[in-house]
């Protein structure tokens, strides 16, 4: 009865066992089902610069094209027979491009012939020998809006995986994957009498297909509960899905590699983080490499021991050509190239920048939806015009730091460069440490603008109707007595007073006396009225310090500020994006361009006519003389007790501003010609800017004054002569024996030149 009683018991614990089993096995088959089916990877938000627009007349000589095409890591090649490579033939290139994808439109692989000369290109031909008139380059990737868990990918269609990566996967990781249920005995057996033999790890026993499972569904803890856990649930996958499902999963999930607090998963990022090519451009050795990292990405890290990833990348390649994947003699061949990584694994990083898209987008989308949607964000960013930014950003701050001989800080600076007539904002530099992610002083930092202001001033003396470019005001001592019984007295930067002399002349040397005698005559709160119709979002407090810079603004204000004075009385709002696509490249949304007419054309005609000035002969003259005769305008800035020093200018095709400053607001010894100016100037030439010629509206008629006086002359009186913009038939008195052979204009000529000042 005993015998028959413990039979019982074992066979009930028994059936207990299997029920569990069975109950264990449906549940992970569930899981694995329910998550596979729905499988959904976080896909962060990818962020493109503005394509180059390639068309004859472009100032892109055949050095600077080669430029362009070596940033996009197209390959020189002397047959380029594939996309993404180029020959070039002296001023001739041959370019294959790649199917790229753009904001408005998905372009195919192409082939085009690009004749260049000295001055930029000539012709552009396609290989049927059709004229091309404009041609695109592709968009660069400048940064990426990660997971909350830092996970990157790029996900890879079973169409767009190259064959040669299938083939070699089941070649060095599961060579009977095509047959076996999720877990491979024989491989096993296989793998562990081959490493016996060599002595060390060279072969694994996991099929793809548990390492599938392990990187999708499971932890890192080596268990035997872990192990079989694995199994079953590989044995369930195949069950369920196919051979082309998995290992498509397989291909974009597993995980190749870090990239600071990055993960990277999959084999199309791997390419890009490795190599900065598709994966289907990577060559024998470069796709054997990506393979030999599955087995440890970190121990055969290429960047840091490149011995390993030879190394192991060599044994994938005998691997090959014994399993009859490729040739012996290319395996040889590929075995006898350098590893090929890029140097640095992030690439260009511009935190400045993508803060801005951050911010533009925010109005719009979720933080979820950045960072896990798959969008596609196409932005204004032209790579050019940041790398000038930075480059002179930071090499002006040196040399300026050298000059200003302070131990314990250095000077900082930031740059905003933009399309005046758009409003697209084309580079940004928040700080000296330009990849470096922290406090944006482009966006962030509120800092007095100094003289910045005076333009504003000056416009509401204009649009008041009783001053031009002529009208005589007073540069005299002038003091402001307040109720509370205390004074403010300014005084000019020269610690000089001119007396009287014309409104242009009082801009372009910044006379700080004469525009508090014009912004007092106007009004406080018409000045004031002035700033939010060019684009401050606040109204300023009425204090006469206002008419010379009180107001604190951050260096992308004052870029929309100047703006509009550089769009004839328009505004555009700043802006960084154009498009944003979804992970199909649907559009889901556009920025169009947006303009408000805010101040009079003809109004803003006239003072852009002064600010021109400032450039020509004013504060700003060395810039004047450095890119003659390209006509520029602009002013500069600077604030209290040298603590902040600005240029705001702009020429026919774009607008810069500049602001260097310490962060601990102290006093730096720079004027804003001798600190912002020299950057700006290093900025403007690697531009190589268009002259700032707007048409003139009508109304208006130009006419020669004095500099000093603001009598009419004629351009024979060379030293003091300007052309300036003002209403027609104003009247303005004659210079009286204006002339070569005159000897007062030789005199007013020697009193302007010491008169000039830096400011």
């Known amino acids: 009865m005993k015998r028959s009683r413990r039979i019982q018991v074992f066979v009930l614990l028994g059936l207990a066992f299997v029920a569990a089993i069975v109950f264990y096995v449906a549940d992970l088959d569930r899981t694995v089902r329910r998550e596979f089916e729905g499988r959904h990877w976080d896909l962060p938000a990818k962020v493109y610069a503005a394509p180059t627009e390639l068309y004859a007349g472009a100032p892109l000589a055949a050095d600077d094209l080669e430029r362009e095409l070596k940033l996009l890591h197209y390959r020189a090649l002397p047959d380029p027979d594939k996309p993404g490579t180029y020959h070039r033939r002296g001023e001739l290139i041959d370019l294959n491009a790649r199917r790229t994808r753009f904001a408005d439109e998905l372009r195919e692989p192409i082939r085009l012939t690009i004749a260049t000369a000295p001055s930029g290109i000539v012709r552009m031909t396609a290989s049927g020998g059709a004229d091309v008139p404009i041609f695109r380059l592709d968009p660069t990737l400048i940064g990426s809006i990660f997971p909350i868990h830092g996970e990157d990918r790029i996900v890879l269609a079973p169409g767009e995986i190259p064959p040669l990566l299938i083939a070699s996967l089941k070649a060095v990781e599961d060579r009977r994957f095509d047959v076996h249920h999720g877990v491979d005995p024989r491989g096993i057996l296989r793998a562990l009498w081959v490493d016996l033999r060599a002595g060390r790890i060279e072969q694994g026993g996991s099929t793809l297909t548990q390492q599938l499972v392990k990187s999708y569904f499971l932890d890192e803890r080596q268990t035997l509960a872990r192990k079989v856990t694995e199994a079953i649930m590989a044995w369930r996958l195949e069950a369920h899905f196919s051979k082309t499902d998995i290992l498509t999963a397989y291909i974009n999930e597993i995980y190749l590699g870090q990239d600071g607090e990055r993960a990277i998963h999959g084999f199309g990022l791997a390419s890009e983080f490795y190599f900065a090519l598709p994966i289907d451009e990577l060559d024998l050795s470069q796709m054997a490499l990506l393979v030999g990292l599955v087995r440890g990405p970190s121990y055969y890290d290429p960047r840091h021991h490149p011995e390993r990833a030879r190394a192991r990348r060599d044994l994938v390649l005998k691997v090959l050509a014994d399993s009859g994947v490729v040739a012996p003699a290319a395996a040889t061949a590929a075995a006898a190239k350098p590893l090929g990584v890029r140097p640095t694994a992030s690439g ?130 002038i003091e402001v007595k307040f109720p509370n019984g205390t004074r403010w007295a300014p005084d000019n930067y020269t610690h000089q007073n001119y007396g009287p002399l014309p409104v242009v002349h009082a801009l372009a040397e910044s006379l700080n006396l004469a525009t508090v005698h014009v912004g007092l005559d106007v009004g406080l709160a018409k000045v004031a009225q002035v700033l939010p119709r060019l684009g401050l979002d606040r109204t300023p407090p009425l204090n006469p310090a206002l008419l010379l810079g009180s107001a604190d603004l951050t260096p992308l204000e004052v870029a929309q500020f100047y703006e509009v004075l550089a769009n004839g009385g328009f505004m555009s709002r700043l802006r960084a994006v154009r498009a944003v696509l979804d992970s199909d490249g649907r559009a889901v949304q556009t920025f169009p361009m947006e303009v408000t007419p805010v101040a009079d054309a003809a109004i803003v005609f006239q003072l852009d006519t002064m600010l021109k000035q400032v450039v020509e002969r004013g504060t700003a003259r060395a810039a004047g003389a450095r890119f003659q005769p390209v006509v520029l305008a602009g002013k500069t800035g600077t604030s209290s007790d040298l603590r902040d020093s600005w240029f705001a200018g702009f020429s026919g095709s774009h607008l810069a501003v500049v602001w260097v400053g310490y962060d601990d607001n102290h006093p730096t010894g720079l004027s804003g010609a001798t600190g912002a100016l020299p950057v700006w100037i290093d900025v403007m030439a690697a531009l190589k800017p268009s002259s700032f010629d707007p048409p003139m509206p009508d109304g208006l008629e130009m006419r020669t004054i004095d500099f000093w006086t603001g009598q009419e002359t004629s351009p024979a009186c060379a030293g003091d002569a300007v052309v300036v913009a003002v209403p027609r038939a104003t009247t303005i008195p004659a210079r009286p024996g204006c002339g070569p052979e005159n000897s007062a204009g030789l005199l007013d000529r020697i009193k302007s030149w010491f008169a000039h000042r830096t400011h």
Do not use: C, M
Request: aromatic fraction near 8%; avoid cysteine; charge should be neutral.
């Open 348 to 477: 260009a990083y511009y935190p400045a920048y993508l803060d801005f898209v951050r911010r533009t987008l925010k109005r719009d989308y979720r933080q979820a939806d950045l960072a896990a949607a798959g969008l596609a964000i196409y932005t204004s960013l032209e790579p050019r015009a940041q790398a000038a930014a930075e480059q002179s950003l930071t090499k002006e701050l040196a040399r300026l730091d050298a000059r200003t001989h302070r131990k314990d800080a250095q000077l900082e600076g930031a740059v905003v460069v933009a399309r005046p007539d758009s409003g697209e904002v084309v580079a940004i530099v928040g700080g000296r440490q330009v990849g470096f992610d922290g406090f944006d002083r482009a966006l962030d930092a509120r800092r007095q603008i100094g003289s910045l202001i005076k333009p504003a001033v000056y416009l509401a003396a204009l649009e008041s109707g009783r001053y031009n470019a002529s009208t005589i005001v007073d540069d005299s001592p």
